[in-house]
């Protein structure tokens, strides 16, 4: 099972959007409306910010969003704040019972 | 609330086995799954496998399967991942979390690093 593709690193100054993609094939993310995105700061336990492709956990901004299209969801950051400066991993259920991750993104706010 | 506390970090030697624990709080222990995922130094996130607590059944990664083995003991609320065969390569923090009956892993434990080093 290969790993999802992400850019290596995005970036944007406060306030701006940064939108993250994640791309799969027809046998993951295309197949299935179960992709999830999770933050996961130095140190830290990645945090879930992203369910079932666009649906957030309580606790998580509405400046949070994700969507997907075909063989590529994407996460958006709206309003980017210093607190979003963190890797970002896609994953998607891959059938079978098995799951998939992204290779991750590094989020930097200028 | 959900809570998933880990053991502490592990040296082990090249062809050793290691076993960690994730002990969980805050809910019925069998209505959830535990998944397993870990993550090298600086490398992404790696889906291990995970256990139906309710029936004990358990699905892994292809890359794991046969060198990793996860069950539970639910009269202790904890679910266990073993790794034998330890080589470098295995060297990595070993995460566990939930799904509350979803297609998603939260919370997760804080994690557990094993060092495979001679």
């Known amino acids: 099972q290969s790993a999802l593709t992400q850019p290596r690193s995005v970036s944007g100054s406060p306030g701006q959007s940064v939108t993250i993609s994640c791309t799969g094939t027809?046998?993951?993310?295309?197949?299935?409306?179960?992709v999830s995105w999770y933050q996961q700061h130095p140190g830290k336990a990645p945090k879930l910010m992203i369910y079932?492709?666009?649906k957030r956990p309580s606790g998580v901004p509405d400046r949070i969003s994700g969507s997907k299209s075909g063989n590529t969801a994407s996460l958006t950051i709206s309003g980017l704040q210093a607190e979003d400066e963190a890797d970002y991993y896609c994953c998607s259920y891959a059938g079978s019972s098995t799951y998939v991750f992204g290779t991750g993104t590094k989020v930097t706010v200028l | 609330q959900v809570q998933l506390v880990q053991s502490g970090a592990e040296v082990k030697k090249p062809g050793a086995s290691v076993k960690v624990s994730c002990k969980a709080s805050?809910?019925?222990?069998?209505?959830?799954?535990v998944q397993w995922v870990r993550q090298a130094p600086g490398q992404r996130l790696e889906w291990m496998g995970w256990?139906?607590?309710?029936?004990?059944?358990?699905k892994y990664s292809r890359k794991f399967q046969g060198r990793v083995t996860i069950t539970t003991d639910t009269s202790a609320s904890t679910a266990y991942m073993e790794v034998s065969s330890l080589r470098s390569e295995d060297t990595a923090e070993y995460y566990c979390?939930?799904?509350?009956?979803?297609?998603?892993?939260?919370?997760w434990g804080q994690g557990a690093l094993v060092t495979v080093s001679s």
């Open positions: 079932d492709v666009n």
């Open positions: 256990i139906n607590v309710g029936n004990g059944n358990t």
């Open positions: 027809s046998s993951d993310v295309g197949g299935y409306k179960y």
């Open positions: 979390a939930t799904d509350s009956s979803g297609n998603w892993f939260d919370p």
């Open positions: 805050g809910y019925t222990f069998t209505n959830y799954a």
